[in-house]
T-cell receptor, first 112, second 114 residues
């Protein structure tokens, strides 16, 4: 059974802090790892990672994948209150458009 | 505009009733998914479908049923056998148009058993 574990489950920081969110996985026939941000309803896509060691970056957010150790991290620098959300990690495995398994999510709260 | 539409946004059900949640996409995506989300938690996979007329159970399929008669549509029925159906339900789709990578989500249906 595919498994995705995120840590920490919740995190409270102050504006300006840097946070690191973790995602470890076990999946059959790994294809990609995805990060999403969920504020209200629909999760919104952040990054897709398929290769080890290649950092993806978007503004203050960055992410990297380690396929040997089976984990990924999502970094947010200089956090803002608008970064408060649930951050979800998902792993795609199996066939091309097969199973997409999510972790429990990390609830990030950024105080002013 | 292309996207995924879930309806209704809010749904109330009496115990013992079956209800069907709608999910329609006009992205021409091959794969569609149903997830359940409980408060403050991640997404748990109920069912997914990679092609019309075919679908597979996810991790928590008991008490749910689906059909995939058309590429655009993937309705989810919550049956009376689901013991704790109150939750937020999200539908998603993926396809070659997005490089097979990211999944697009609908706005969700919040189901409450009264």
């Amino acid at each position: 059974e595919d498994k995705v574990v995120q840590s920490p489950l919740s995190l409270v920081v102050h504006e300006g802090d840097t946070v690191t969110l973790n995602c470890s996985y076990e999946v059959t026939n790994f294809r990609s790892l995805l990060w999403y941000k969920q504020e209200k309803k629909a999760p919104t896509f952040l990054f897709m990672l398929t290769s080890s060691g290649i950092e993806k970056k978007s503004g203050r957010l960055s992410s990297i994948l380690d396929k040997k150790e089976l984990f990924s991290i999502l970094n947010i620098t200089a956090t803002q209150t608008g970064d408060s959300a649930i951050y979800l990690c998902a792993v795609a495995g199996g066939t091309s458009y097969g199973k997409l398994t999510f972790g429990q999510g990390t609830i990030l709260t950024v105080h002013p | 505009d292309g996207g995924i539409t879930q309806s209704p946004k809010y749904l109330f059900r009496k115990e013992g009733q079956n209800v069907t949640l709608s999910c329609e996409q006009n992205l021409n995506h091959d794969a569609m998914y149903w997830y359940r989300q409980d408060p403050g938690q991640g997404l748990r996979l109920i069912y997914y479908s990679q092609i019309v007329n075919d679908f597979q159970k996810g991790d928590i399929a008991e008490g749910y049923s689906v059909s995939r008669e058309k590429k655009e549509s993937f309705p989810l029925t919550v049956t009376s056998a689901q013991k704790n159906p109150t939750a937020f339900y999200l539908c998603a789709s993926r396809g070659s148009q997005t490089g097979g990578a990211s999944a697009f989500f609908g706005q969700g249906t919040r189901l409450t058993v009264v």
